[in-house]
Every structure is written in structure tokens, then in C-alpha cells.
């Protein structure tokens, strides 16, 4: 496709259980974010990869967090024993490299609710 | 840390109304300074931004300037229409050597709705 795609577009769970966010960035795009946009919160950065390698987890709010990418395209990233607070939409932005003014390609997002 | 403050919303303007979103950073150094729009349903998307102070950044009828002495990026439109109803952000980003420069600080977003 043309543009970042995410998938499923909504998500519900239940507490406890385990979910996986899809995110296929724009062919041939090297750098790929993630980034969680709660209610009243703004955008909280997550993880960033440059190619297969995730130079930057900082942004992972606990160790039932995790995410990987496969062949420098899609990525995944998981949670693990969902809570209530991992209520939230879930964004992935892609850009042809990193760094600099480059701009960011940004997926409709993933609206997570856990139950 | 880096931190951006934008004005709370919701807006609601009726159209060819004057908009102005103020947005006011904190940062280390020199970053540059953007708007993103998420219209309903879309993805965030790049509306403008500014590189260096006095910059003026400009795109649909949208304008936002770089004040380094106020710190600050104010959204402004002299005249909305209905399709600008959205979601923006303010956003820096810190350009330095030797790496980190990837890493995009938001702030909370202003949802704006223009009334026919």
C-alpha cells in the first residue's frame, strides 16, 4: 500500500490476557517508531527501530512490553498480560531513514481496550 | 527532559473565524519545531514546521513561526473552514550529531471543530 498500515484498527481484551499490534511502514522506509496516544496524555514515544535493531526501547513503560521487526519491514509489538492502563491507540510512523527534519509517515493506529 | 505545552482544547470556532493554537516548548539546544494534523479517522500528518529561530513555517493557510525568545511555535489560520476540523500537535525534535536525533516530543494535542 501507499501509506503506513496497522492492523486490527480496534482491539478488545481482556485483563490479563495478551495482544499483538501489527505495523507494515511504507516500502522501503528504514526507520519505524511506535509511539501510544492515551486519553488527555498527548503522544508517549515507545520504541524505535533502525532497520531490524531497536536502538532506543526507552520509552517501554514495563517488561510486559516487547516488540521486534522482521526483514526491515513489518513490526510487531506485544503485551503481555494486558492491564486496564495499557488502555489506549497504539501509533506506528515510518521515515526513509532516521534523524534530522525527515518526515514521519504516521499508521491510523490501533484503539487497544482492555477490559 | 524535552517538553511540549500546547493550549487545551476542545476549540470550537465557527468558519472564517481567526484560529490561534499556542504551543510552547522546552528543550536543550536548538530543535526544530512542527505541527501534525490527525484528521478524523487518518493518521497524523505532517502539517508544517520551522528549523531554525525566525523561521516561519507555512502550509494550507496555516502559518506557525519559530520564537526562540519566547519559546514558542504558535498555530495560527486567518480564516478556518469546516474540512480543518482535527486534531493538532505540537511537536520538537532535537537535531544533534552522533545519533538520538530521531526522537519526536509531543504535546497533548487540541482538538478544533469548525461550525458551518
Known amino acids: 500500500g501507499a501509506g503506513v498500515s496497522q492492523s486490527p484498527s480496534n482491539k478488545v481484551t481482556e485483563k490479563g490476557k495478551d495482544v499483538e499490534l501489527r505495523c507494515d511502514p511504507i516500502?522501503?522506509?528504514?526507520?519505524l517508531y511506535w509511539y501510544r496516544q492515551s486519553l488527555g496524555q498527548g503522544l508517549e514515544f515507545l520504541i524505535y527501530f533502525q532497520g531490524n535493531s531497536a536502538p532506543d526501547k526507552s520509552g517501554l513503560p514495563s517488561d510486559r512490553f516487547s516488540a521486534e521487526r522482521t526483514g526491515g519491514s513489518v513490526s510487531t509489538l506485544t503485551i503481555q498480560r494486558t492491564q486496564q492502563e495499557d488502555s489506549a491507540v497504539y501509533l506506528c510512523?515510518?521515515?526513509?531513514?532516521?534523524?534530522?527534519?525527515?518526515?514521519?509517515?504516521f499508521g491510523s493506529g490501533t484503539q487497544l481496550s482492555v477490559l | 527532559g524535552d517538553s511540549v505545552t500546547q493550549m487545551e482544547g476542545p476549540v470550537t470556532l465557527s468558519e472564517e473565524a481567526f484560529l490561534t493554537i499556542n504551543c510552547t516548548y522546552t528543550a536543550t539546544g536548538y530543535p526544530s519545531l512542527f505541527w501534525y494534523v490527525q484528521y478524523p479517522g487518518e493518521g497524523l500528518q505532517l502539517l508544517l514546521k520551522a528549523t531554525k529561530a525566525d523561521d516561519k513555517g507555512s502550509n494550507k493557510g496555516f502559518e506557525a513561526t519559530y520564537r526562540k525568545e519566547t519559546t514558542s511555535f504558535h498555530l495560527e489560520k486567518g480564516s478556518v473552514q469546516v474540512s480543518d476540523s482535527a486534531v493538532y500537535f505540537c511537536a520538537l525534535k532535537r537535531i544533534r550529531s552522533g545519533g538520538s536525533n530521531y526522537k519526536l516530543t509531543f504535546g497533548k494535542g487540541t482538538l478544533l471543530t469548525v461550525n458551518p
Open positions: 516500502s522501503g522506509h528504514t526507520a
Open positions: 510512523a515510518s521515515s526513509f531513514r532516521q534523524g534530522g527534519n525527515e518526515k514521519l509517515f
